[in-house]
């Protein structure tokens, strides 16, 4: 998988074959991200507004995210893609969404967990959208890279509505359950 996925890292189209291997390692390769966006620093702010919670929560926390993304994703591009007869259905799509994903996400997150400011990581997950809409359209001959953008675009909105009602949900779960202390 990691060979497939510095693959659509350089940009080099892959057809849908390619991404046949066992889902498990996909599985894995989407929960390491995870674990790299738990470490985020700002999952462990500690604020008087908010304080910061233990490491296995953001941790846990992470991981939790990224699967919902990724499975919020999965619907959306599922339905774009078989809009208007460019893609049947058939497919390892999943492995493709984790694939494209894993380079980008593995260096934004490993980076940030170091403490590199979000806003300098943004080029890298701006080209990211261009990784996942050339993987799409080389998997998907009749789907063009501005179609396949375009079904990540709008697979974001739901994907980060879905991230802030958990994050909401899980802060005040904390703070209900005293994991973490109410705020002041």
């Given at each position: 998988?990691?060979?497939?996925?510095?693959?659509?890292?350089?940009?080099?189209?892959?057809?849908?074959?390619?991404?046949?291997?066992?889902?498990?390692?996909?599985?894995?390769?989407?929960?390491?991200?995870?674990?790299?966006?738990?470490?985020?620093?700002?999952?462990?702010?500690?604020?008087?507004?908010?304080?910061?919670?233990?490491?296995?929560?953001?941790?846990?926390?992470?991981?939790?995210?990224?699967?919902?993304?990724?499975?919020?994703?999965?619907?959306?591009?599922?339905?774009?893609?078989?809009?208007?007869?460019?893609?049947?259905?058939?497919?390892?799509?999943?492995?493709?969404?984790?694939?494209?994903?894993?380079?980008?996400s593995?260096?934004?997150?490993?980076?940030?967990?170091?403490?590199?400011?979000?806003?300098?990581?943004?080029?890298?997950?701006l080209?990211?959208?261009?990784?996942?809409?050339?993987?799409?359209?080389?998997?998907?001959?009749?789907?063009?890279?501005?179609?396949?953008?375009?079904?990540?675009?709008?697979?974001?909105?739901?994907?980060?509505l879905?991230?802030?009602?958990?994050?909401?949900?899980?802060?005040?779960?904390?703070?209900?359950?005293?994991?973490?202390?109410?705020?002041?």
């Amino acid at each position: 998988m990691i060979p497939l996925a510095l693959n659509l890292f350089l940009l080099r189209p892959q057809p849908f074959e390619r991404f046949a291997y066992p889902r498990w390692q996909a599985a894995l390769a989407l929960t390491l991200i995870g674990l790299l966006v738990g470490l985020d620093p700002q999952f462990r702010l500690d604020t008087p507004e908010v304080p910061a919670p233990p490491l296995w929560l953001a941790l846990s926390l992470g991981v939790l995210l990224i699967w919902a993304v990724a499975l919020v994703t999965l619907a959306v591009l599922r339905w774009w893609m078989q809009r208007g007869q460019r893609w049947d259905g058939r497919g390892e799509l999943f492995n493709l969404l984790v694939a494209a994903w894993l380079i980008t996400s593995v260096l934004g997150a490993g980076l940030v967990a170091l403490g590199v400011p979000h806003l300098l990581t943004l080029p890298l997950y701006l080209y990211s959208l261009w990784v996942g809409g050339n993987a799409l359209s080389g998997a998907i001959p009749k789907a063009s890279l501005g179609y396949g953008i375009v079904g990540i675009l709008l697979s974001m909105v739901p994907a980060l509505l879905l991230t802030a009602v958990i994050t909401g949900l899980a802060l005040l779960l904390a703070v209900l359950t005293g994991v973490v202390p109410a705020p002041a």
